[in-house]
């Protein structure tokens, strides 16, 4: 650009000739790169916004922020004591069913919440309905084992070969007495395949 | 600063007639019809100036319909449908269609002249985007009389209701997609102009703070506009294209709207509120007789608000289930963003301190600003506090907050500058006397209309709903008293700029003596149709 020198309507006149588009032509020039430049964020900008979906899952599961839990917290459990359970899986002596504890023990607080699994698979070559019955040991910790969720007392079909994961969550409750100080959990399965087909 | 101007008299005093054929005014100053094809910066920013006072007064009949809803407890005059839809489209109306052109107004005539440039960049740019916003209205408009009435999903516009809406969501869509596109075209146009187009010896770190702010909100603009048009084009392929990206029924997910729409929504309020802070802070130096405390620490501020509001949307969702490592991060960035915004308050107390102050209408209106403003500020951090914002989100403590946080942000910065600038835009000087009473009743109505709202909000009254439980009644009936006074005072302002431009008495080229940018020391008033068509010098 070029300096406007003293005020004389002849050399603004002049002046104006020598830069005869608005803005001027060099000003265009720098204008039009500028402009590319700008455009550009927009698409960039739309891109991201269509990547913040794998986007969000990608830096939560890095930085491991993926539940509310972490505040919440189960001010039941009684850090004090722990309890240990046995499990222990038999099998009624008619049935040919392969049936285990995929843990043998576990050692719990007094209210933690606790899920476990067991494995049965079916043996034989035919399709097969068994029902579990839980008994413990000593019988009085029955009343401060608590199940949430059980495989046990409902009928159980497997397939020729099939194999199945049941869970069981529970929980001790804190007024257990000390001295029980450990439990043995045990599941018997019983082979009621005709029982069920009358049904 | 200080410029010195080379020539004796103001550079481009004289009008220039222009026989040389120049692109940008086919019909010439004189003719109305040049609207349609006028390039001209002054032209186009006066254009709107106009359509976002004619949609301000819009949106405000919008508002008080609702408090006349309100007014009483049960339903009286609006359906829940139709009430529904006036808080979406009041909203959509005021941020759109009235906040964001009236300040890209300001920007088209104030920063040509604030940086000695003779014109904007793109001037045919420039008219587009002004005419791209007149399609986008009448769709809003119009939607109200489709079946199904205009979008009810609030203008945040989130799934699954948004999902659900009938035609007047699709107008909706659209008028969005147009105004954006027309945001961005502005913004580019601003960008280009302030980084190419500066007269000599106008480097970065003198531009007056409008300039300033506006460079920032349009990069702003440029990174949040295309976000808002992916998260409502998404929406228009779920509603139609059997997409499922936010329809939980095939896989989606709401709350992933929420985080692209916060994403751009955060910003987008600070985009409402940066240029209010560029004008006040060129009103308030002038009317205190003292330059402007700390202008490097203002520009530093404003820069890192701007940044840090890409990282604080958070805290608009804090109630959907966000693991807890979320919302503490949410919670402190957005803690965080009150240091800047503090910076710039106690700059501003600072610059009137000692200072020798009048209290003419602009003045006034950027000291409301300042007080009502903060309140607002106090109330975004309350709200910043995860387990308080739990209780009180989507209540009308919120709709207090945003409103303390816009009206006497946004709008009063944008009355303070049509006062101030009126006389230089038009040549005659305003009222005084009734730009007093303008400032005196809105602010006291707006003290009635909404400070009950943050008591109602504590007591837990939802936002978005047409009738309430009976213990709200007092309070609602104060403050839509307070919004009928608040509104019908804004008619004042409309007479005061209407018999000024008709009838006011002459203004000086200089009518602030405390004014230093250069459209009062380098140009005459009222400006002429060109300025600077030779780049002044500054020193
Ligand atoms: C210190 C500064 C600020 C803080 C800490 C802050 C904080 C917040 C928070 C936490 C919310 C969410 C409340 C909820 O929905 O539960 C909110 C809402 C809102 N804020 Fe602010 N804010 C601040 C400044 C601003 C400014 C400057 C503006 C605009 C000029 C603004 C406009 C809004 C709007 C419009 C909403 C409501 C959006 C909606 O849900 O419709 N805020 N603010
Ligand atoms: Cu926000």
């Known amino acids: 650009m070029t300096e406007p020198s003293k005020k004389d309507d002849g050399e603004n006149v002049e002046h104006k000739a020598a830069n005869e588009e608005h803005p001027s032509k060099q000003n265009r020039q720098e204008n039009r790169v500028t402009l590319a430049k700008l455009l550009l964020i927009v698409p960039v900008m739309l891109l991201f916004c269509a990547s913040l979906v794998p986007l969000y899952k990608q830096i939560c599961a890095v930085l491991g922020i993926t539940s509310q839990r972490a505040l919440i917290q189960n001010t039941q459990i009684d850090l004090s004591r722990w309890v240990k359970i046995d499990f222990i899986a038999h099998l009624n002596n008619t049935f040919a069913w392969n049936f285990e504890p995929v843990q043998k023990h576990v050692d719990v607080h007094p209210g933690a919440v606790v899920t476990v699994n067991y494995r049965v698979t079916n043996t034989l070559p035919y399709a097969t309905t068994g029902r579990a019955v839980p008994s413990f040991a000593p019988m009085e910790a029955g009343l401060y084992f608590n199940k949430v969720e059980c495989f046990c007392f409902s009928n159980q079909t497997l397939q020729a070969g099939e194999t199945r994961d049941m869970p069981v969550t529970f929980y001790v409750a804190n007024k257990i007495p000390d001295e029980i100080g450990s439990i043995a959990l045990s599941y018997t399965f019983f082979n009621v395949t005709g029982e069920a087909k009358k049904s | ?539």
């Open chain 2, 1 to 539: 600063m200080a410029y010195t101007n080379s020539t004796t008299a103001p550079a481009s005093a004289h009008d220039h007639s222009h026989a040389d054929g120049h692109d940008h005014d086919d019909h010439g100053p004189g003719s109305w019809t040049r609207i349609f094809t006028t390039t001209n910066h002054k032209d186009i920013g006066s254009m709107y100036l106009w359509f976002s006072l004619f949609m301000f007064f819009v949106g405000g009949s919008m508002a008080l319909l609702m408090r006349l809803e309100l007014f009483q407890p049960g339903l009286q005059v609006l359906q829940p449908e139709l009430y529904n839809s006036l808080t979406t489209v009041h909203a959509l109306i005021m941020i759109f269609g009235a906040v964001m052109p009236a300040f890209t107004g300001f920007a088209n005539w104030l920063i040509p002249m604030q940086i000695g440039a003779a014109d904007m960049a793109f001037p045919r740019m420039n008219n587009w985007s002004f005419w791209l916003m007149i399609p986008a209205a009448i769709l809003l408009f119009a939607s109200f009389f489709v079946p199904g009435g205009a979008a009810a999903s609030g203008w945040t516009l989130y799934p699954p209701l948004s999902i659900q809406g009938g035609l007047g969501l699709d107008m909706t869509i659209l008028a969005i997609h147009i105004l954006g596109a027309s945001s961005i075209m502005g913004s580019i146009n601003i960008i280009t102009t302030l980084l190419n187009m500066r007269a000599p010896g106008m480097t970065l770190m003198k531009m007056p703070m409008f300039c300033w702010t506006w460079l920032i909100t349009a990069y702003l603009m440029i990174a949040v506009m295309p976000v808002l048009a992916g998260a409502i084009t998404m929406l228009l392929t779920d509603r139609h294209f059997g997409t499922s990206f936010f329809n939980a029924a095939g896989g989606g997910d709401p709350t992933m709207f929420m985080h692209i729409f916060w994403f751009f929504g955060h910003p987008e309020v600070y985009i409402l509120i940066l240029p209010a802070f560029g004008i006040v802070s060129q009103i308030i130096p002038t009317f205190a007789r003292k330059p402007l405390f700390g202008y490097a620490s203002m520009v530093y501020a404003t820069a890192s608000i701007a940044m840090l509001s890409f990282i604080v949307w958070g805290h608009h969702m804090f109630t959907v289930g966000m693991p807890a490592a979320g919302q503490l991060f949410f919670m402190y960035a957005t803690m965080l963003i009150a240091v800047p915004t503090g910076v710039k308050i106690f700059n501003w107390i600072a610059t009137m301190w000692r200072g020798s102050i009048s209290f003419e209408t602009p003045m006034l209106f950027c000291i409301g600003f300042l007080c009502m403003f903060t309140l607002g500020g106090f109330s975004g951090l309350v709200l910043s506090i995860v387990p308080v914002d739990i209780t009180l989100h989507n209540t009308y403590y919120v709709v207090a907050h945003f409103h303390y946080v816009l009206f006497p942000g946004a709008i009063w910065g944008l009355m303070a500058g049509v006062y101030f600038w009126l006389p230089k835009f038009t040549g005659r000087m305003y009222s005084e006397t009734l730009g007093k009473w303008h400032f005196w009743l809105s602010a006291i109505s707006f003290n009635i209309t909404f400070f009950p709202q943050h008591f109602l909000g504590l007591a837990g009254m939802p936002r978005r709903i047409p009738d309430y439980a009976l213990q709200f009644a007092e309070w609602n009936m104060i403050s839509s008293i307070g919004a009928f006074i608040l509104g019908f005072s804004q008619l004042l302002f409309v007479w005061n700029v209407v018999s000024c431009i008709r009838s006011g008495e002459k203004a000086k080229a200089k009518q602030w003596e405390g004014a230093d940018s250069l459209e009062w020391t380098h140009l005459p008033s009222p400006v002429p149709y060109h300025t600077f068509e030779t780049a002044p010098v500054l020193k």
